[in-house]
């Protein structure tokens, strides 16, 4: 068993809600993680190695949720940030970096989350089902309830904007 299955919780069908995600990252060994992790969660995960790639994928596939990487060839996390909010209504964002300068920068996006590469996979999936659970529809029946109560807070390797902040508590 690897150490991914082995980290894996039973969880609620998530399949009647549409729970897809685009990962955009030009990093392999991050898409494999976090798509493995994603997808033993039960989330469908579309995968894109450039922003034009993910721009691409958006043309033919209806994610509820983002999570993007800031520097990459091609077109970067700037670019498709901008190109994504010209095209589509609000899809909420979680930019992943290991860049120094990478916590302004996905508030200068708009992200409605960023954290630190590398990062905590209870950390990456508690954001993911919050941002998740932010989009749907208010009273929507989920049947999924936050992972945890720990807040998230700028001291902590997660980050959320005020406004973010706000609807995810």
């Not at 919780?9 to 898409?31: E, F, G, Q, T």
């Not at 609000?90 to 989350?113: I, K």
């Not at 997660?158 to 406004?163: E, G, M, Q, R, S």
């Amino acid at each position: 068993m690897s150490d991914i299955a082995a980290y894996s919780r039973v969880r609620p069908p998530l399949r009647s809600l549409n729970p897809s995600i685009l990962v955009v990252d030009d990093d392999a060994k991050i898409r494999e993680l976090v798509t493995d992790l994603l997808s033993m969660e039960g989330y469908s995960v579309y995968t894109a190695t450039n922003g034009a790639d993910g721009l691409q994928l958006l043309e033919r596939t209806t994610p509820r949720l983002v999570v993007l990487d800031i520097r990459m060839p091609v077109l970067d996390g700037w670019g498709f940030a901008r190109a994504l909010k010209a095209r589509t209504s609000v899809l909420p964002m979680l930019v992943m970096s290991g860049a120094v300068d990478a916590r302004r920068c996905a508030s200068e996006l708009g992200a409605d989350a960023f954290m630190s590469k590398p990062f905590d996979l209870d950390d990456f999936l508690n954001v993911v089902e919050r941002l998740f659970l932010a989009g749907m529809p208010r009273g929507a029946p989920t049947g999924l309830h936050p992972r945890s109560a720990k807040p998230v807070h700028p001291a902590s390797p997660v980050w959320c904007t005020d406004l973010s902040f706000r609807r995810l508590h």
